[in-house]
Nanobody, 127 residues
Framework: QVQLVESGGGLVQAGGSLRLSCAAS????????MGWFRQAPGKEREFLAA????????VYTESVKGRFTISRDNAKAMVYLQMNSLKPEDTAVYYC????????????????????WGQGTQVTVSS
């Protein structure tokens, strides 16, 4: 059974930082691209960042470039999202997700290229 469990969300002031973690199980973690997404109330789920299965390639959406960093530890089956310089508009539920195919491309940021999702963790940034 494939499972993803996010943690690390919370309430933070604008300009602050949070580090999200995602524990994966049920698949050979090191073979899959991993991604982070978020969804704010009334909005569609938005791609944030993805990391290659080797961990040496990353891609970010423009709004988080230079502020967020995705990383992974294949030995621990964990993926992380370090978020700095947080803004009120970053408030959302944050999800990690497994890429759909083994050894897939980290460059494909479409939501339907990810097939398993965590339950999400709430991030709230106050002004």
């Amino acid at each position: 059974q494939v499972q993803l469990v996010e943690s690390g969300g919370g309430l933070v002031q604008a300009g602050g930082s949070l580090r999200l973690s995602c524990a994966a199980s049920g698949r050979t973690f090191s073979r899959y691209v991993m991604g982070w997404f978020r969804q704010a109330p009334g909005k569609e789920r938005e791609f944030l960042a993805a990391i290659s299965w080797t961990g040496d390639r990353t891609v970010y959406t423009e709004s988080v470039k230079g502020r967020f960093t995705i990383s992974r530890d294949n030995a621990k089956a964990m993926v992380y999202l370090q978020m700095n310089s947080l803004k009120p508009e970053d408030t959302a539920v944050y999800y990690c997700a497994f890429g759909r195919t083994p050894f897939g491309s980290y460059r494909d940021t479409r939501t339907n290229e990810y097939d398993y999702w965590g339950q999400g963790t709430q991030v709230t940034v106050s002004s």
